[in-house]
């Protein structure tokens, strides 16, 4: 006999949906969510965040405005990161508030803590305060999402050099901002950073980016990026990263050139959050 029907690791929008699909069956649900709130990356730290942070950024800097009344021209002259964090936890707070009345509604039971197998059909939990339980289920499922690829060379202290987790909660805003990686979540803030004034130096390693989207689109799209501002070192790897005396970050290309800037977003990649759930105990192989 087990705890629970099934066991859910993480609360983000795939375990979301099972969980409150399989509670409408009349199962027995538990999802264990080691953050500090339900909602997992897209709610927290992803998705939502970011959308919400590039649109109150259009909205205050009058980005969309800007064709008619000059480049100038602003809604709120004097912008901080304050200004920023405020709206968007007015939204994060309202998207966990739906998630929690969601569970509750369907009877889904959650738990605080971070999951660890300890076998096939069961899970340990480890609350932030190091008090531990185990439980039980017929079938547990893992949708504990992924995390930013953080490699050794990237001095991270999160305060002028960031993961795309971290950037969302900025102590300030920067005159100056280096993005690695042109992927989709790099392209995203270095055009959000932009449409503030903010002078970007976007690093790719490869010579083109967003490959997926026609080649006439990205070309016209480089375009626009230069035309905010945004400067574009495409086709060298970064070799090294260093702090330099006056408090700039310096990256250094393969092909000699170097990107200075007060901050440093390291956009390049996440990984999957399964290295500390034990797999091994549940009989999952992992290569």
Known sequence: M???????IGSGPSGRRAAVQFAKLGKSVLVVEKGRRVGGVSVHTGTIPSKTLRETVLNLSGWRERGFYGR???????IAANDLIVRLQKTLDHEVEVLEHQFSRNLVRTASGEARFTGPHHVEITSAAGETRTVSAAYILIACGTRPFRPDYVPFDGKTVFDSDEIIDLPKLPRSLAVIGAGVIGVEYATIFSALDVAVTLIEPRATFLDFIDKELIDEFMHELRDRNVALRLGSAVTAIERAANGQIQIKLADGRVAASEMLLFAAGRVGATDRLNLEAAGIEVD
């Open 72 to 78: 100038s021209y602003r809604v709120k002259q004097d």
């Open 2 to 8: 087990y705890d629970y029907d099934m066991v859910v």
